[in-house]
């Protein structure tokens, strides 16, 4: 069994991860095309020890491709996927275009899986956001056992979430403070990312969330299920790879910490470091390049009846994108594509 790939916005950096990926973990491919702006076309990226050449987006002919592995911005997902999908190959979209449509799925391989047979409604399945990804990876396992009622979330998101950009941004700034005359003024971030954090990621809403938060919401009930309750805070900082989130979850019913810690270390795609010593947890810059998601300080929460806390770590540029978007592929061949 092996398939025709294309990846879209192949010079980006969730693009090259979703090649390295793809490398990796040796996805059967029979062939593959990368695919980039007119800008970028020629551009050389890196799948194993082949160096591939980009090609035009908006030229490409995707008859006879059986999956496309989406990394543009909503834009451009907007113009091309509907194009691939009316081809006939499968589009796994990385952007939020498609997340809230009934008619597409929302897929967190080890949450959700078996609704990847609803991408046969349009030929489009969507990668959730970064955030909402590890959090739900996290949570499903204990939802089984106790049932979730509600969770309080803090994100503390890195720069990569943000992009390029936001990688630039942060590094520029790092170095303009030991240089005050190269002063670097925020361009990418609403504030000074070097040394802050920031307490705000996308647009405002009326309600005072931010969109993000917003995200993680409706994201989180579409995955997971939508009885749950979520409220989140998520905070930008000056950290290049990695996103860290605070739980506080509450339950149906009673969750003893050791028996959480003891699921969370037999469910899929989970590494458990939770010592109660100095250094017995996880931080983002142990977590980069890594598959997993990481959990640790699981403890009690006496405040509530039924309630837990716990810290999650994990690659955004992995998990929280490229990862994810891979593991959908390979779940769409076993389950949906089937190919000889």
Known sequence: MSYKVVVVGATGNVGREMLNILAEREFPISEIAVLASRKSIG??????????????????????WDIALFAVGSDATKEYAPKSAAAG?????????????????????????????????????????????????????????ARIKRVVVSTYQSVSGAGKE???ELWDQTKSIYNPVDNKPPTKFTKQIAFN????????????????????????????????????????????????????????EFLDEDEARSIL????????IDKREDGGYVSPVECVGDYATFISRIR???????GLNLW?????????????????????????????
């Open 197 to 252: 954090v920031i307490p705000h990621i996308d647009v405002f809403m009326d309600s005072g969330d931010t969109k993000e938060e917003w995200k993680m919401v409706a994201e989180t009930k579409k995955i997971l299920d939508s009885s749950v309750k979520v409220t989140a805070t998520c905070v930008r900082v000056p950290v290049f790879v990695g996103h860290s989130e605070a739980l506080n979850i509450e339950f149906e």
């Open 312 to 340: 999650c770590v994990s690659d955004n540029l992995r998990k929280g994108a490229a990862l994810n978007a891979v593991q959908i592929a390979e779940v769409l061949g076993n389950k949906v594509l089937k190919k000889g």
């Open 89 to 145: 190959c499968i589009v796994i979209d990385n952007s939020s275009l498609y997340r809230y449509d009934p008619d597409v799925p929302l897929i967190v391989p080890e949450v959700n899986s078996e609704a990847i047979h609803e991408c046969k409604n349009k030929n489009i399945i969507a990668n959730p956001n970064c955030s909402t990804a590890q959090m739900v990876v996290t949570l499903k396992p204990l939802h089984d056992r």
């Open 166 to 168: 936001g990688i630039d």
């Open 265 to 272: 270390r037999e469910a899929p795609g989970i590494m458990v």
């Open 43 to 64: 551009t050389e990226v890196s799948f194993g020890e082949k160096t591939l050449k980009t090609r035009d987006l908006a030229t490409f002919d995707f008859t006879g």
């Open 300 to 306: 009690q929460d006496v405040t509530v009846e039924n």
